[in-house]
């Protein structure tokens, strides 16, 4: 049984950056990728990135590269995801989700962005 | 840049069945897109029902099923319950540089 834990919630301002993070138990961690999703307040659900622990190898969407870097430390099965020069559009909830079946989630993290 | 398009909004009535699907601006979807649908309902996480087409988790109930239909990724409710009144979300699979895509959501009301 997998379990995903992320970092609490985050007020940034705009141009800041944040990161946050998610600590997978159970499972082994590098056998599977990790991606991040967010959902901005009433909202769709948008993809952003997964890293594939293992390989070390992370895809972005087009919409956040240049953004958006996602990384892994396998020492502590935890896997990052850090978005930089936030706006106020990046005020959202970040999930990480196991790739592939999204069997699993993490609770979420809610981001601020507000002056 | 690539999109995945569902039904903004669906009304059905309890204990009758309805078909959400998913289309891509790419093609026909075929099981090559390993299409996921997720359940979600207000203040909750995305509750994953469907993988790789038509495979279910073990808490999707079996009133859920999904298929291919005319080209397209298919969630069919069948029975429906009250409960199921929730925004769906399909989730396609296009590999290379960036892999996932989500739809855009349909709002299922059932009424």
């Known amino acids: 049984q997998v379990q995903l834990v992320q970092s609490g919630a985050e007020v940034k301002k705009p141009g800041s950056s944040v990161k946050v993070s998610c600590k997978a138990s159970?499972?082994?961690?590098?056998?599977?990728?990790i991606s991040w999703v967010r959902q901005a307040p009433g909202q769709g659900l948008e993809w952003m990135g997964r890293?594939?622990?293992?390989?070390?190898?992370?895809n972005y969407a087009q919409k956040f590269q240049g953004r958006v870097t996602i990384t892994a430390d396998k020492s502590t099965s935890t896997a990052y995801m850090e978005l930089s020069s936030l706006r106020s559009e990046d005020t959202a909830v970040y999930y990480c989700?196991?790739?592939?079946?999204?069997?699993?989630w993490g609770q979420g993290t809610l981001v601020t962005v507000s002056s | 840049q690539t999109v995945v398009t569902q039904e903004p909004s669906l009304t059905v009535s309890p204990g009758g069945t309805v078909t959400l699907t998913c289309a891509s601006s790419?093609?026909?979807?075929?099981?090559?897109?390993?299409p996921n649908w997720f359940q979600q309902k207000p203040g909750q996480a995305p509750r994953a029902l469907i993988y790789?087409?038509?495979n279910k988790h073990s808490w999707t109930p079996a009133r859920f099923s999904g298929s291919l239909l005319g080209g397209k990724a298919a969630l069919t409710l069948s029975g429906v319950q009250p409960e199921d009144e929730a925004e769906y979300y399909c989730?396609?699979?296009?590999?290379?540089?960036?892999?996932?895509?989500f739809g855009g959501g349909t709002k299922l009301t059932v009424l």
């Open positions: 989700a196991r790739d592939g079946d999204y069997e699993y």
């Open positions: 159970g499972g082994t961690f590098s056998s599977y990728a």
């Open positions: 890293i594939i622990p293992i390989l070390g190898i992370a």
């Open positions: 790419t093609g026909a979807v075929t099981s090559g897109y390993y």
């Open positions: 790789s087409t038509s």
């Open positions: 989730l396609l699979y296009y590999g290379g540089a960036q892999p996932w895509v």
